[in-house]
C-alpha cells in the first residue's frame, strides 16, 4: 500500500495573481498562501520530501492513517483513545503515542494525523482495520462583481445591477453555511459586514478562534466561525515565522478574502479595483448565506518571498474538513488541488473528507487547477466532488495600442500607471536587450535581472510569457528603467489574456497580436508606439470562453468518470482582498487595495459552491448528489450569441474542456429529474475503481463489482470501449409541475459511436417517483479515431425541463 500522498493549495495562485502555468518550475512550486491572522490564497506548492530540524531521530514525518467511517455512536474521547491505542502499538510508551497524536479526526472521517516513521507507517498500513497510511506533504496549494450579473443575463433575468439575478436571493440562504478552506479572511471588509442579518442558525456548532492580530470578537453575524490549522505545516516547517503570516484566521494573502467574498460576499454599492477599474456593486453569489472559515494555507518560506505562493498540508486540510462537517456546514468551497501524478482515492485527503461530508448531505465544490490547455491535467477527480473548470465573462478591459506604422492593437490592462505624455516612445524587444549570460531559450521572457538597462531604459519594453510571474516581468522592467511593458502572450494562450495591476504601465496582448509586434518591430529601424489608457468595457462577444489555464480531461486517475463537471467564470474576476497584501503580492509592492482582480480555478470554484448554497436553501432536503446533478445538467454549451463554447485559442470546447457545460444557476434551481448517489454507492464505485475498500465497517467490496461507469452519475464517460457496453442509469423525478411528468430523450450520437437510450419515455406519477433506463453504447467503426475520446450527450425533456448529459466514449 502507497504511504505518502501530495495535496496542492488554492487552485488559482498560477492564473490569478500574475503566474503563468506554462513555467514549469511554478508548476512544480505552486503552493499554498501565507496568511497574516486569516490568510489563503493561491495554489498549493509541493513540499520537500526531506523531513525538518525537529523531526525525530527515527526520521519521523507527518502521516495520515486512514481508517474509513466511525462504526456505530462512540464519544470524542472513546475515538481518542482507540486512535491512542493504535499509536501505542508501533510505539515504545503511551507517552510517547499521545506525543506524536497531531489530529483525531472524530466528527465524519475515522482516522489520525501522527508523527511516523516510515516503519511505522508501513506497520500501521498492514493492519486490517487500517485503510491506508499516507504521509501528509504541501503538494496541494490554492488554484466578483460582474461575474453573477453575466451569470443573470446569461439566463435572462434582469439587471442591470444583478439585484434580482436570482429569485431565490431571500432570507432562506441565511440559514445556510458555507465553509471556505483557504488561507483565511480579512473580517473588516465591507463584504463581510452582518448588518440585518439574523441570529446565528441555533444548529451552529462551531468556534472563532482568536489569535495574532485578530480577536474573538472579529466573528460577526456573517463571520460566523473562523479557524486555524497549521500542526502539520509546523511539523515540516519547524515553525511558522509571523514575519509574513499571522497565527490566526485572518488572511495576509488575499486569496482566501477573495474566494469567500466570491461565494457569500454582500453587496456592496461603489467598489473597484486598483485605478477604478470594474467599477460597480460587489456581491458575491449567495450575499445571505453564513461564512465559516478555515484557514489551512501557509507561505512557503523556502520562497524568496514567501507569500507569493502557498502551501496546504493534507492533515490540515482533513482536519478542517472533519471539523467543517462537525460544525455544520452545508457547503465547502475548496479552491485547493494537488500537482503531481493523482493518487488513489484512499490516500488523497480532499476526496477522503469529501466522501464523509457527502454522506452528511455536504456539498463540495473543489477546484479542478490551472493547469491547461495541456490534456489530463485536471484535479479533485472524486465523482463525490464538484469539480470545476474556468471561463470569461463578457467584461474586457481594453488598452489601445498604436504602433508607429499606424497599426491599432487592443491590449487589456488594469495598471493604475499611464504613460506621460500621450505620446511615442521607442519599442525594444526583451530577447534584443538581455544581459550577457541570459539563456536563449529564456532570453525574451524578462526575468529578474535579465534586461539591460542601457538598451531599455525610457522605452516600451515587450516581453512574452512563459517562465515566471507576469507581474515580475514588470517589475523587471521597471528595475531596468523601462518606460512600459508589453506583454504578448504565447501561442497556448491564443486570445485570452489575464490582466495585472503592473507596477508600471503596462498592457497585455493576444498571441496573435504579439506576433504583428514582433514583425513591425523587426521591420523597422525606430519601432515606437503609444499606450492609450485603459478602460472597462462590458457586454463583450463571444461569451463566456474557456480559459485556457483552466486544467482539461480526462480524468487520468478513473477515465471512466468525466472531470472536470462544470465550468463558471474564473477569469479576471473581482472580489474583496486582504488589505495586508499588495494587489501584485510583490515584496516592492506597498499599494493597499479593498478589492483586486485575479484569475484561476480558485475564483470559479466559489461561483459554483454559491449556486450550491442557493440551491440549499432552497431544497434543504436534497442530497449533496442531487444537487451536483442539477448543477450538471442544466449546464448550457453555447455561448451568449447561440454558438458553441469555444475555447480561448479559437476551437471549439468540448466536455474535457468544460465538463457538462457553463453553469446556470436559476435552471439548477427546477432540475426536473436528478441522478441520485448514496454513500453505499460510492463506496462501491471505489471497489471497482482501483479496487480501495474506502470503508471497513462498511459491507466488503464484491468479487465482481460493477464496472466504474454504471456509478449512477449525471455524465456517462467509457474508456477503452471494445463492442458494446451497457451504461445503466437511475433518475429521480423532483419537478415543479405536481408530480406527473413525462420524458422523452433525444440523443447527439459521438462520431463513430452508436448511443442508444431504451426506454425512449419516461412516465412519472409523482414528485420522488425513480425511473431506470440503460445506454447502449456501440463502436459503429465510421471514422473514430482510436485513443480519443469523441463526445456526444443524451437529453430528456418534458417540455420543460431539459436534462441533459454528456456521452464521452474513447474506441480501444
Not at 495562485?13 to 502555468?21: H, L, Q
Not at 550577457?436 to 529578474?448: E, I, K, M
Not at 437510450?757 to 440503460?774: D, M, N, Q
Not at 459503429?780 to 454528456?806: I, K, L, M, N, Q
Request: net charge neutral; charged share 20%.
Amino acid at each position: 500500500m502507497a504511504l505518502y500522498k501530495q495535496h496542492p493549495g488554492p487552485s488559482n495562485r498560477t492564473a490569478a495573481a500574475g503566474y503563468d502555468d506554462d513555467d514549469p518550475k511554478r508548476k512544480a512550486m505552486r503552493g499554498a498562501l501565507a496568511l497574516p491572522g486569516l490568510l489563503l490564497p493561491l495554489f498549493l506548492v509541493l513540499s520537500r520530501l526531506s523531513i525538518s530540524s525537529a523531526a525525530s531521530s527515527k526520521q519521523e514525518q507527518v502521516y495520515i492513517v486512514y481508517l474509513g467511517g466511525h462504526a456505530g455512536e462512540k464519544t470524542k474521547e472513546a475515538i481518542l483513545e482507540d486512535h491512542h491505542a493504535l499509536l501505542l502499538s508501533v510505539k515504545s510508551s503511551e507517552e510517547e503515542a499521545r506525543a506524536s497524536l497531531l489530529y483525531s479526526y472524530k466528527h465524519t472521517l475515522n482516522g489520525f494525523a501522527a508523527m511516523l516513521s516510515p516503519e511505522e507507517a508501513t506497520e500501521l498500513a498492514e493492519r486490517s482495520e487500517v485503510v491506508s497510511a499516507f504521509r501528509s506533504e504541501g503538494r496541494w496549494a490554492p488554484h466578483t462583481t460582474r461575474s453573477w450579473q453575466f451569470l443573470g443575463f446569461e439566463e435572462g433575468l434582469k439587471g442591470p445591477d444583478g439585484s434580482d439575478w436570482l429569485p431565490s436571493l431571500d432570507k432562506s440562504s441565511g440559514d445556510v453555511i458555507v465553509g471556505v478552506l483557504d488561507s483565511g479572511i480579512w473580517p473588516e471588509s465591507r463584504s463581510f459586514s452582518d448588518e440585518g442579518l439574523g441570529p446565528v442558525p441555533a444548529r451552529w456548532k462551531g468556534v472563532c478562534q482568536g489569535g495574532e492580530s485578530l480577536s474573538s470578537s472579529s466573528c460577526n453575524r456573517k463571520i460566523i466561525g473562523a479557524r486555524y490549522y497549521l500542526k502539520a505545516y509546523e511539523a515540516h516547517y519547524n515553525g511558522l515565522n509571523t514575519t509574513y503570516a499571522f497565527r490566526s484566521p485572518r488572511d495576509h494573502d488575499g486569496h482566501g478574502t477573495h474566494t469567500a467574498s466570491t461565494v457569500a460576499g454582500r453587496t456592496v454599492p461603489g467598489v473597484s479595483a486598483l485605478g477604478g477599474f470594474a467599477a460597480g456593486s460587489a456581491s458575491g453569489g449567495a450575499p445571505l448565506a453564513r461564512l465559516a472559515v478555515y484557514k489551512v494555507c501557509w507561505p512557503i518560506p523556502d520562497n524568496p518571498n514567501p507569500n507569493i505562493e502557498n502551501t496546504c498540508f493534507e492533515a490540515d486540510m482533513l482536519a478542517a474538513m472533519d471539523d467543517a462537517v462537525g460544525d455544520g456546514v452545508d457547503v465547502m468551497s475548496v479552491s485547493i488541488g494537488s500537482t503531481g501524478t493523482p493518487l488513489p482515492f484512499a490516500q488523497d485527503g480532499i476526496a477522503v473528507g469529501a466522501l464523509h461530508a457527502a454522506r452528511r448531505g455536504v456539498v463540495v465544490s473543489c477546484s479542478g487547477g490551472n493547469s491547461g490547455p495541456k490534456p489530463a491535467t485536471v484535479s479533485n477527480l472524486a465523482p463525490w466532488l464538484l469539480t470545476v473548470a474556468a471561463s470569461s465573462i463578457d467584461r474586457s478591459f481594453n488598452s489601445p495600442i498604436k504602433l508607429g506604422n499606424g497599426v491599432e492593437i487592443m491590449g487589456q490592462t488594469v495598471t493604475s500607471y499611464h504613460v506621460p505624455g500621450n505620446k511615442p516612445y521607442p519599442m525594444v524587444y526583451a530577447a534584443d536587450a538581455v544581459v550577457p549570460g541570459t539563456p536563449a531559450n529564456v532570453s525574451n521572457q524578462c526575468l529578474p535581472n535579465s534586461l539591460s538597462a542601457d538598451k531599455v531604459r525610457g522605452k516600451i519594453v515587450v516581453c512574452l510569457r512563459g517562465s515566471g510571474l507576469r507581474v515580475e516581468k514588470g517589475l523587471e522592467v521597471k528595475r531596468a528603467g523601462g518606460a512600459a511593458i508589453l506583454l504578448g502572450n504565447p501561442p497556448a494562450s491564443g486570445s485570452e489574456v489575464p490582466v495585472d495591476a503592473h507596477v508600471l504601465p503596462g498592457t497585455a496582448v493576444s498571441a496573435a497580436d504579439a506576433k504583428t509586434i514582433l514583425a513591425y518591430i523587426n521591420s523597422s529601424s525606430n519601432p515606437t508606439a503609444v499606450l492609450d489608457p485603459s478602460r472597462t468595457v462590458v457586454d463583450v462577444r463571444p461569451s463566456p470562453v474557456m480559459a485556457q489555464f483552466s486544467s482539461r480531461g480526462p480524468n487520468v486517475l478513473e477515465p471512466n468518470i468525466l472531470k472536470p463537471d462544470i465550468t463558471a467564470p474564473g477569469l479576471n474576476i473581482l472580489a474583496a482582498w486582504s488589505e495586508a497584501s499588495s494587489p501584485t503580492k510583490l515584496e516592492g509592492d506597498h499599494r493597499v487595495v479593498q478589492y483586486n482582480i485575479m484569475s484561476g480555478t480558485s475564483m470559479s470554484c466559489p461561483h459554483v459552491s454559491a449556486a450550491a448554497v442557493l440551491l440549499k436553501a432552497a431544497h434543504p432536503d436534497w442530497s449533496a448528489a442531487a444537487i451536483r446533478s442539477a448543477i450538471m445538467t442544466t449546464a448550457k454549451t453555447n455561448n451568449a450569441e447561440g454558438g458553441p463554447l469555444m475555447n480561448g485559442d479559437g476551437t471549439v470546447a468540448g466536455p474535457m474542456d468544460y465538463g457538462s457545460g457553463h453553469i446556470r444557476p436559476n435552471h439548477a434551481l427546477d432540475p426536473g429529474l436528478v441522478y441520485d448517489a448514496s454513500y453505499e454507492d460510492y463506496l462501491l464505485f471505489a471497489c471497482a475503481s482501483g479496487g480501495s475498500q474506502l470503508d471497513p465497517s462498511a459491507a466488503p467490496c464484491p468479487a465482481r463489482p460493477p464496472p466504474p461507469y454504471q456509478l449512477n452519475h449525471p455524465s456517462v464517460a467509457v474508456h477503452g470501449l471494445n463492442g458494446t457496453v451497457i451504461v445503466r442509469r437511475t433518475v429521480t423525478n423532483i419537478g415543479s409541475g405536481g408530480g406527473a411528468a413525462r420524458y422523452a430523450v433525444v440523443v447527439d450520437e459521438p462520431a463513430g459511436v452508436s448511443v442508444k437510450v431504451s426506454p425512449r419515455r419516461l412516465r412519472f406519477a409523482r414528485a420522488g417517483e425513480k425511473r431506470a433506463f440503460t445506454v447502449r453504447i456501440e463502436a459503429t467503426g465510421g471514422g473514430v479515431e482510436r485513443g480519443r475520446f469523441v463526445a456526444g450527450s443524451y437529453a430528456w425533456s418534458d417540455g420543460v425541463h431539459v436534462v441533459r448529459s454528456p456521452v464521452v466514449v474513447m474506441v480501444a
